[in-house]
């Protein structure tokens, strides 16, 4: 088997990571990609926001906590001590599609080079504050984007999770007789 479809056979979702930061050269792999995954018509119309300040990463951590309704002190991002936020442009018809496939290149990168990854969401509902609107303009965004999520980074701490068996029958053929 080729050492592609091995890493997307063994990656798992960490929710436990060690507080050492993750190195800005390592974090530009991941970002690159990122910017590598397929997009519809090949536009591009995805952005990433890299969080590796301690105040605003447990500002957005929070503010998750809260819209996820989860119980006070809880950290949706596991300790992670870096985050990947990917926003799609609101208007384009593939945004979510694309946003998704970034997703998914991001995490395939960070288990490439030895981290640990997890999807978390919340981030539509995030952007659709004033915050998050306030956060796009601070950094020069004007154009209205979505958030389609974030991509928790760091050490793993602990043991790497087994994969779950594959349930069966999720797959149809429909085959030349």
């Given at each position: 088997m080729s050492e592609v479809l091995d890493k997307m056979?063994?990656?798992?979702?960490?929710?436990?990571?060690?507080?050492?930061?993750v190195p800005q050269d390592v974090l530009n792999q991941i970002i690159e990609a990122g910017?590598?995954?397929?997009?519809?018509?090949?536009?591009?119309?995805?952005?990433i926001i890299q969080?590796?300040?301690?105040?605003?990463?447990?500002?957005?951590?929070?503010?998750?906590?809260?819209?996820?309704?989860?119980?006070?002190?809880?950290?949706?991002?596991?300790?992670?001590?870096?985050?990947?936020?990917?926003?799609?442009?609101?208007?384009?018809?593939?945004?979510?599609?694309?946003?998704?496939l970034v997703m998914g290149n991001l995490m395939l990168a960070a288990h490439e080079l030895g981290l640990g990854s997890c999807w978390i969401h919340r981030a539509k509902?995030?952007?659709?504050?004033?915050?998050?609107?306030?956060?796009?303009?601070s950094l020069g965004i004007e154009e209205e984007y979505e958030g389609i999520g974030h991509c928790a980074l760091g050490y793993i701490d602990g043991e790497y999770p087994e994969a779950a068996k594959r349930k069966e029958n999720r797959v149809f053929y429909i085959t030349e007789d």
């Open positions: 056979k063994s990656r798992r979702s960490i929710r436990k990571y060690k507080p050492d930061m910017l590598y995954a397929a997009s519809g018509m090949g536009y591009q119309n995805t952005i969080v590796t300040n301690k105040k605003l990463r447990d500002e957005i951590s929070e503010m998750n906590r809260e819209i996820a309704g989860m119980k006070e002190g809880t950290d949706p991002f596991y300790g992670a001590p870096a985050m990947l936020i990917v926003l799609a442009k609101k208007d384009w018809r593939t945004g979510v599609y694309d946003g998704s509902e995030e952007f659709e504050t004033d915050w998050g609107k306030e956060l796009l303009k």
